[in-house]
């Protein structure tokens, strides 16, 4: 969506750190996600953001500053099956619509 | 089964005729939502429901689409006159409200448009 704006395709080798950036249109805004999707699949919730900071889920950590507009996804400790699209989406004043951007396909290399 | 499911989870069509497509979402979930999404791109919004009624419907792209939930469970997304630029893979999700909002999303059906 034009709301959403994130890298096309990142690389990166297996038991690396990534971060996937995304940013978001501000006015109205009412939370963040970010999905996985793998290939072929169903987008699998992964983390939700509306307050300010970094919010903690094992390998997975995100990342959201309302004022920039601005969140981020950090994988840590990079598996094979971390290769996928990831997907940022945002919530939209009291919508329930998930507005997403175009996915980042990271590729996990050995 | 615990999650949402989706039939059929791929659907051949040829141009101008009329196709339909089930969600049976998680029970207990009231809320349910359709999005269609194109190769590379992410998932696009259609409609939502609370309950039986469309609470947002902006997404629909014409009056070609349709969608009904008439008992506040099972949806049917009716897709009239087909055309090529339908092609795409039609995303289910349901949630129940709460502290996230988290959608909980189907397989999905692939439609093609021939």
């Known amino acids: 969506g034009q709301n959403i704006d994130q890298p096309t395709e990142m690389t990166a080798t297996e038991g690396a750190i990534v971060q996937i950036n995304c940013t978001y249109q501000t006015s109205g805004f009412n939370g963040l996600f970010w999905y996985q999707q793998h290939a072929g699949e169903a987008p699998t919730f992964l983390s939700y953001n509306v307050l300010d900071g970094l919010e903690e889920k094992g390998r997975f950590s995100s990342f959201l500053s309302r004022s920039k507009g601005y969140s981020y996804l950090l994988l840590k400790e990079l598996q094979m099956k971390d290769s996928a699209s990831y997907l940022c989406a945002e919530i939209l004043d009291s919508s329930y619509k998930l507005i997403f951007g175009s996915g980042t396909r990271l590729l996990v290399r050995p | 089964g615990a999650g949402v499911s989706q039939t059929p989870s791929n659907k051949v069509t040829e141009k101008g005729k009329y196709v339909e497509l089930r969600c049976d979402p998680i029970?207990?979930?009231?809320?349910l939502y359709w999005y269609r999404q194109s190769l590379g791109q992410g998932p696009e919004f259609l409609i939502y429901f609370q309950g039986t009624g469309a609470a947002d419907d902006s997404g629909l792209p014409n009056d070609r689409f349709f969608a009904v939930r008439p008992e506040g469970s099972v949806s049917t997304l009716k897709i009239q006159r087909t055309e090529r630029g339908d092609s795409a893979v039609y995303l289910c999700?349901?949630?129940?409200?709460?502290?996230?909002?988290?959608?909980?999303f189907g397989p999905g059906t692939r439609l093609t448009v021939l």
């Open positions: 029970s207990g979930h009231t809320a």
């Open positions: 999700a349901s949630s129940s409200p709460g502290l996230t909002n988290e959608q909980f």
